[in-house]
């Protein structure tokens, strides 16, 4: 005859095997099946775990952030090469995630900009970085105007960012008010230009504001070059197809 013994946590009867030996107690066997003894300590020391962890933190929390600034600083790129191959390896779980929770991260960002801390850190961010802003408030203004490509890299918005830099430098160094120019002016009468790091000049603010929207006698120059070129070709190829 198997003597058998109810587990109170899965409700069930099982044979003594299936309990664990624990001297103590009358039969010798523990209150809980192996299996749901398993679970509780897991459930339980995961718990535990988590609520000395939080305790931790929260005694330790500033050292620990400072290890890890250190750390990180000490050991760039150790970290940068992790954090490389982690992109890599969930790169298309984080797409997906991303394209599954579009609506709620949007939400939450449009809510979060419209807080005050937002607009606190936007607004000194601003003041310790004013060529950041300046670039991008122009840059705004030149895509009205459809005068930004598409084709603008990272690396371009960086190198304009530079070009805004070096406009606050000569500002403060010379003491005379200096701008950004574009070589080939947004809305000019002749020819548009384009919001590129090829057509952006840093000039004095006289010569800017003299220049207005015109062309330089030089690359007036340059212009006509270009369409007497390209007339000339179209007249080449014309003729070509006449003699055919």
């Known amino acids: 005859m198997v003597i058998k013994k109810r587990c109170p946590h899965c409700k069930k009867e099982k044979g003594l095997r299936c309990f664990n030996r624990e001297k103590r107690r009358k039969d010798g066997r523990a209150l809980y099946c192996r299996v749901c003894t398993k679970i509780l300590k897991k459930t339980k ?43 890599q390896r969930n790169k298309e779980q ?19 900009s419209q807080t005050d801390h937002a607009k606190e850190v936007k607004r000194k ?4 970085h004013p060529w950041i802003q300046q670039e991008n408030t122009t840059r ?16 371009d918005r960086a190198e304009m960012r530079e070009i805004y830099k070096e406009r606050l430098r000569l500002s403060e160094e010379t003491g005379i008010p200096h701008h950004v120019d574009h070589v080939w002016p947004l809305q000019g ?11 952006l000049k840093v000039v ?3 010569d800017n504001l003299r220049k207005h929207n015109k062309l330089t006698p030089e690359l007036e120059e340059k212009y006509v070059a270009i369409m007497l070129s390209i007339a000339m070709r179209y007249r ?9």
């Open 204 to 206: 004095p603010a006289t």
């Open 189 to 199: 009468d002749i020819v548009k230009g384009l919001h590129v790091p090829q057509n």
């Open 140 to 155: 705004y203004h030149a895509s009205k105007l459809k005068a930004t490509p598409a084709y603008l890299t990272k690396e």
């Open 125 to 128: 961010y601003s003041k310790a």
């Open 45 to 87: 020391y995961a718990a535990q775990t988590r609520e000395t962890g939080r305790k931790y933190r929260e005694r330790k929390g500033e050292e620990i952030a400072l290890w890890q600034k250190e750390h990180r600083a000490n050991n760039r790129e150790h970290y940068k090469k992790l954090d490389a191959d982690n992109y």
């Open 94 to 112: 984080r797409k997906a995630y991303k394209y599954k929770n579009r609506d709620r991260d949007n939400a939450s960002k449009r809510e979060y």
């Open 236 to 244: 080449d190829k014309q003729g070509s197809r006449k003699v055919k």
